[in-house]
Every structure is written in structure tokens, then in C-alpha cells.
């Protein structure tokens, strides 16, 4: 129940084109749900987030969009640039009494093509 | 200003050796966590302190020992590695009780026992 199940495993865009990954849960106790960006060498960054009772958010070139009662969520790339090759992390958030913890998705790693 | 360092950003030892990653955050945050990254990139929580007291310990073995001296810092010290510890240790720390529960990594430290 603590799970999130995130696909594809890896994607391949064109410049320009729209990139998107998909996230799954079960847990209805999850309360944010963030995407987290990570470059080779790096740790990972926030990038957007979205609470449950929200259905969009959008920033920028990334949307998030939410389906409660499907329990799935997905990120948005418009407009991919090789900029935006990265591994992308969907989270869930759970609140518990001794804090709040933020399980992650097995990771997509995303390959802009110029 | 780094706001999550972690030194050694690399370790190579030989199995059964003992080793030290130290984390340092300067967020003023109170709680600080321990992920490990695997070769597949699944992040993976290990430990969380708040305030210098353990409040998550992820069925780690107990050859890794977290250590809290200040909630500034939090340092993890692994006995007798095997190749299996293999792995990117990532430290991270967020603000408790926080609205949006962002979670603020380290560059990461890659551990390679040979």
C-alpha cells in the first residue's frame, strides 16, 4: 500500500515534442504528490507538486495532472528540450505521527533528442 | 552556500572495511533523512531524524549506524561493507510539518565495494 508504481522505465523525445510519465498508488492516506528531477551527478530536485483535491497544475513547460479516483497522476513536459533529459521521480507524501514521509517511483529516465 | 553537503562524494574500499558519510545542512531544517540509490536509480529511505531523535529505520541492517549529533547534521557509518552496499547515498532534510513537505538533497555519495 505504500507504493507508487511509475512508467514508462525510460522515454525517447524529440525536441519539441510532449514527454509524459505516468504514476500509479493505492494508498488513499498519500497527501502531495511531488515530481522530483535528477541530473547525473546530482540529487534530486523538486520540480512541481500537486495536492489531491487539485486536478492540474501547471508550471511552466510541466503540468501535472491528477485522477483521484483513478489514484493516478502524470507529468507533463511540453515542448521537451535536451535540457530537460534528466530521471524523473514521481512521490507520494504520507503523514504519519512520528513525521511525514515521501515514498518515490521507480524512476523514468528521459532522453530529449536535439 | 551548499545548502545539503555530504563529503566523501565517492568511497572505494574493499569488503568487510568500514566507512563514514557525513551530512551537513545549513536550511535551518529539523528533520534529515538517509536514501540509498541503487543501480536501477530506486530511491530508497533508510533512516530519519528529527531533531537528533530516529523516528524512521527502514529494515536497514544493522551495520549501518545513523548518527545525529546536532539537527544540522547527520552522519552514517557502515561496518563490515559488502558488495551489496554497493550504492548512491543520498542525504536529505525538509522542514517538519512543512506545507508542501519538500525534501532538499545532497549531491549524493557513491559507494563502490570491491
Known amino acids: 500500500q505504500q507504493q507508487v508504481k511509475q512508467s514508462p522505465q525510460s522515454l525517447i523525445v524529440q525536441k519539441g515534442g510532449i514527454s509524459i510519465i505516468n504514476c500509479a498508488y493505492e494508498?488513499?492516506?498519500?497527501?502531495?504528490f511531488p515530481w522530483y528531477q535528477q541530473f547525473p551527478g546530482k540529487g534530486p530536485a523538486l520540480l512541481i507538486a500537486i495536492r489531491p483535491d487539485v486536478s492540474e497544475k501547471k508550471e511552466g513547460r510541466f503540468t501535472i495532472s491528477f485522477n483521484k479516483s483513478a489514484k493516478q497522476f502524470s507529468l507533463h513536459i511540453m515542448d521537451s528540450q535536451p535540457g530537460d533529459s534528466a530521471t524523473y521521480f514521481c512521490?507520494?507524501?504520507?503523514?504519519?505521527?512520528?513525521?511525514?514521509?515521501?515514498?518515490f517511483g521507480e524512476g523514468t529516465q528521459l532522453t530529449v533528442n536535439p | 552556500d551548499t545548502a545539503v553537503s555530504q563529503t566523501p562524494k565517492y568511497l572505494v574500499t574493499q569488503m568487510g572495511n568500514d566507512k563514514s558519510i557525513k551530512c551537513e545542512q545549513n536550511l535551518g531544517h529539523d528533520t534529515m533523512y538517509w536514501y540509498k540509490q541503487d543501480s536501477k536509480k530506486f530511491l530508497k529511505i533508510m533512516f530519519s531524524?528529527?531533531?537528533?531523535?530516529?523516528?524512521i529505520n527502514e529494515t536497514v541492517p544493522n551495520r549501518f549506524s545513523p548518527k545525529s549529533p546536532d539537527k544540522a547534521h547527520l552522519n552514517l557509518h557502515i561496518n563490515s561493507l559488502e558488495l551489496g552496499d554497493s550504492a548512491v547515498y543520498f542525504c536529505?532534510?525538509?522542514?517538519?510539518?512543512?506545507?508542501?513537505?519538500?525534501?532538499?538533497f545532497g549531491e549524493g555519495s557513491r559507494l563502490t565495494v570491491l
Open positions: 512521490a507520494a507524501r504520507i503523514q504519519q505521527t512520528s513525521g511525514s514521509r515521501l515514498t
Open positions: 536529505a532534510s525538509s522542514q517538519r510539518g512543512y506545507n508542501t513537505g519538500e525534501l532538499f
Open positions: 494508498n488513499t492516506a498519500f497527501d502531495y
Open positions: 531524524y528529527n531533531n537528533k531523535e530516529l523516528i
